[in-house]
């Protein structure tokens, strides 16, 4: 069975991780996603059985026992197999060794650009920065509060997320300055009309770019 897929797989791996820690049944797993503030995890419990299935089904993990507590239903114990551990842990390396292809859909959208009016994206663009903001803010909260039950190893995604959106909004701001200073000019409604003007003619590399603004062009 190929397995690949499993390895980009945030909930597959999650339980990976969690049963290679001791064996576990559904019910507790999907407990500690929600202690640990796996939200990246985060699932319905139907999703959490079908992928335990598939882990089952590419024998990284296998089943042990079948217990009940009390009136509960039976619970089903998993425990890692040595393949699912190999896997495991060779995955993690990969994935923090290898940058992957990722495209948000900030990223489609900036790629798009110029389809939006100037004024238009800069209004877009200062109500992300106060999104960022605030998240920003609630990260820093959740780092503060955590921080005094959990290990920082168990936090070291929320720090690099506080990275990522720090960098982003230096970058949003940047591009804003650009925006209002006459750095970065574009006429939508132009390049509509005509989109090879986005391309540079190397005999002419500033031609595109009067031509993009049909401000600058009825100014100059």
Avoid: C
């Avoid at 999907?30 to 299935?53: G, N, P, V, W």
């Avoid at 574009?186 to 595109?208: Q, V, Y």
Wanted: cysteine-free; aromatic content about 6%.
């Amino acid at each position: 069975m190929n397995k690949s897929h499993l390895s980009r797989d945030p909930l597959a791996l999650t339980i990976l991780a969690l049963l290679a820690e001791q064996p576990r049944h559904p019910y507790e797993i999907q407990r500690l996603i929600r202690e640990r503030k796996k939200d990246f995890a985060s699932s319905t419990q139907r999703a959490l059985y079908h992928a335990i299935d598939r882990l089952v089904k590419a024998e990284l993990i296998l089943p042990t026992e079948t217990n009940r507590e009390g009136n509960r239903p039976e619970r089903t114990v998993y425990q890692l197999t040595d393949d699912g551990y190999e896997s495991f842990v060779g995955w993690l390396g990969e994935l923090l060794a290898q940058p992957l292809p990722e495209y948000p859909l900030f990223t489609v959208a900036i790629s798009f650009l110029a389809y939006l009016p100037m004024e238009t994206t800069l209004q877009a663009l200062a109500a992300r920065t106060i999104e960022l903001e605030g998240e920003l803010a609630g990260i820093e909260a959740r780092l503060q509060g955590l921080g005094q039950s959990l290990h920082r190893l168990l936090l070291l995604e929320l720090e690099y997320v506080r990275a990522l959106r720090q960098g982003e909004l230096a970058w949003v701001r940047a591009l804003m300055q650009d925006m209002r200073e006459g750095r970065l000019t574009w006429d939508a409604e132009a390049l509509r009309e005509h989109p090879e003007r986005l391309f540079i003619d190397p005999e002419h590399p500033e031609t595109p770019l009067r031509l993009l603004d049909r401000r600058a062009e009825q100014s100059s």
